[in-house]
């Protein structure tokens, strides 16, 4: 291949990849619900549900145009010669590993398996594309640049409207609360405590604020420099799916320089949230003592695209006490009972609270370990995988944290048809707490929970 053929494969195959990324990030910008066209349309999230195409063209559409783009890119810049190019088949676990992360709230976001699955499409169609021959490419291309513009020129004419999909303050703590479908206020530049925001299917209040002091020697702050905390109520307000935060989607700025995050609490705010749970924590930064302006910005929706910025102001308590949630789930399963699922028949065998043998694992005051036993057997033809992190605890509504509780019989097994494990999940959980369920996720991102209640 001459130089000026190679720089000519070169070119086509950034503009395949840029193409790829406009689409995106036109889909992303025009059918997200935060932003006007849908809501222009009537058919945001908070309105009529969206049918199957509509549904997932916004759920999955950007996620596949951006996907896409990868391989493309990637030969733009080595140029494999054809036998080569299956290597490119490593671009299909790109998503699936940013899934994996969401998952764990390393990043920003929901999970969703669907999502990966969709990467590992678009890498195959991707891979097809790059098969083409020189003149289909540029026909190709042509005709996609044609339709881009065409339909940029569309949403920007439909994104007119107003900006009520906007994050929105719905109350104050004490004061009168909203309820995303009555009075509200427009999305403020900061939020202070006592705020009640709605933001990406979350109801967060700022509940708290104040200086951190650390009794751990070995954790304390540089000379000059105090710990800072902001503490945040979280629960998901929407039908269905889960929604997940993460004290790693807060960034913190002091004067308007960065400042450091600090782990220091258990109860740090993270957790993936079902429809109607919620949890609470804390975010920590490190500051100068002689700092006049403390903010923190919350990264939320796909790519941290969005952001809440709260305003530290010094020692202030709003008095919000989360209400529990009491009611039990309809049709959650009890001790003894069996069920179906997709891939598996699973046996609810028994739950009780427990004590740990080890001195070193022992709850918190005022808590308890608790654990159910399950027996899976796996039902499907292809081989799955069971273990805690399927698992989530709710207390009351509230989001509870898993431990092994020093226990060895831990639920954990690969299946293959056929095969059968037994084992616990284990709970840290108020004593006094009245409703405690578990929930397991079988597709692991998926949001659609089995529930199982425990009784003593």
């Known amino acids: 291949m001459t130089a ?6 070169r070119l086509l195959y950034a503009g395949l990849a840029g193409l790829a990324l406009a689409a995106g990030g036109l889909l992303y910008a025009g059918l997200d619900p935060q932003v006007r066209f849908l809501r222009h349309l009537g058919i945001t999230a908070e309105a009529t549900p969206l049918a199957g195409w509509q549904r997932l063209l916004r759920n999955y559409g950007p996620d596949f145009c951006w996907a896409f783009a990868l391989p493309p890119a990637l030969q733009a810049v080595l140029l494999l010669p054809r036998k080569q190019q299956g290597v490119l088949w490593l671009c299909a676990v790109s998503l699936p590993l940013f899934e994996l992360g969401q998952y764990a709230g390393l990043f920003p976001g929901t999970a969703d398996i669907w999502d990966a699955a969709t990467g590992i499409i678009s890498t195959f169609c991707a891979l097809c ?32 409207g107003s900006d009520s999909g906007d994050p929105t303050k719905v109350g104050e703590v004490g004061g009168s609360q909203g309820s ?3 009075e509200t206020t427009a999305a403020k530049d900061f939020y202070e405590v006592g705020d009640i925001i709605e933001a990406d299917g979350l109801k967060l209040v700022y509940m ?14 540089a000379e000059g420099k ?21 004290y790693l989607s807060f960034d913190g700025y002091a004067d308007g320089y960065a400042a450091d995050q600090k782990y220091i609490l258990d109860d740090t705010i993270s957790g993936t949230l079902t429809p109607g749970r919620w949890t609470r924590g804390y975010v920590i930064f490190e ?14 929706g796909l790519l941290s695209r969005n952001k809440l910025k709260f305003l530290y102001g010094g020692v202030k308590n709003s008095g919000f006490t989360p209400a529990a949630k009491t009611a039990p789930t309809e049709g959650a399963f009890k001790v003894g009972d069996i069920l179906e699922s997709k891939n598996y028949r699973i046996t609810y065998v028994s739950c009780a609270p427990f004590e740990s043998d080890n001195m070193f694992i022992k709850p918190a005051d005022g808590y308890e370990f608790i654990y ?5 057997e796996n039902t499907d033809k292809s081989d799955h995988s069971v273990n805690s992190l399927y698992f989530h605890c709710y207390a009351d509504g509230k989001l509870c944290d898993s431990t092994t509780g020093g226990r060895d019989d831990n639920l954990s097994a690969t299946l293959s048809q056929g095969r059968k494990a037994k084992g616990t999940v284990c709970f840290e ?28």
């Open 226 to 246: 105090q710990y800072i905390f902001l503490e945040f109520y979280a629960e998901n307000i929407g039908t269905s799916g889960s929604k997940s935060i993460s």
């Open 129 to 160: 594309a790059l098969k083409m021959k020189e003149d289909s490419m540029k026909k190709f291309l042509q005709a996609a640049a044609i339709v881009l513009v065409i339909g940029a020129f569309f949403l920007a004419a439909l994104g007119s």
């Open 429 to 456: 959980v108020p004593k006094n707490a009245q409703t405690i369920e578990i929930e397991f996720d079988e597709a692991l991102i998926s949001g659609k929970a089995i529930v199982f209640s425990f009784k003593k």
């Open 208 to 221: 708290a604020s104040g200086v951190y002091e650390s009794t751990n020697q070995f954790i304390q702050p």
């Open 287 to 300: 500051v100068p003592k002689t700092a006049e302006k403390i903010e923190a910005e919350y990264q939320y």
């Open 180 to 182: 995303g479908q009555g």
């Open 4 to 9: 000026p053929e190679s720089l000519n494969r």
């Open 372 to 376: 159910i036993e399950l027996e899976f």
